[in-house]
Nanobody, 121 residues
Framework: QVQLVESGGGLVQPGGSLTLSCAAS????????IGWFRQVPGRAREEVGC????????NYADSKKGRFTIRRNNAKHTVELQIINVKTEDPAVYYC??????????????WGEGTRVIVAS
């Protein structure tokens, strides 16, 4: 069982930047692929991207390339999602998830509860 906890959400101004973090409660996610997703109420969840385990190779959904960066913070044993040039379409609940394997191709069975991002001037 892997318990993931997201943090870092909150209010951000359009054009600003924000970094979200994903940590594992009671264990480490250092060797797990971690995916980031977001969901707006009433809409389907969409994938932002994923970083693999030890190799730490990141890949992104086509629509998320450019403003989103997923990276490992090995010192903190977390995976971060940085959003730059925040836009009005970015408000959502952001989730991290893992399948408990090194590769991003595995189905994500373990999800955090999400952290909410609000965009407002």
């Amino acid at each position: 069982q892997v318990q993931l906890v997201e943090s870092g959400g909150g209010l951000v101004q359009p054009g600003g930047s924000l970094t979200l973090s994903c940590a594992a409660s009671g264990s480490t996610l250092d060797y797990y692929a971690i995916g980031w997703f977001r969901q707006v109420p009433g809409r389907a969840r969409e994938e932002v991207g994923c970083v693999s385990g030890s190799v730490a190779s990141s890949n992104y959904a086509d629509s998320k390339k450019g403003r989103f960066t997923i990276r490992r913070n090995n010192a903190k044993h977390t995976v971060e999602l940085q959003i730059i040039n925040v836009k009005t379409e970015d408000p959502a609940v952001y989730y991290c998830a893992t399948g408990g394997f090194e590769g991003c191709e595995h189905e994500k069975d373990y999800w955090g509860e999400g952290t909410r991002v609000i965009v407002a001037s």
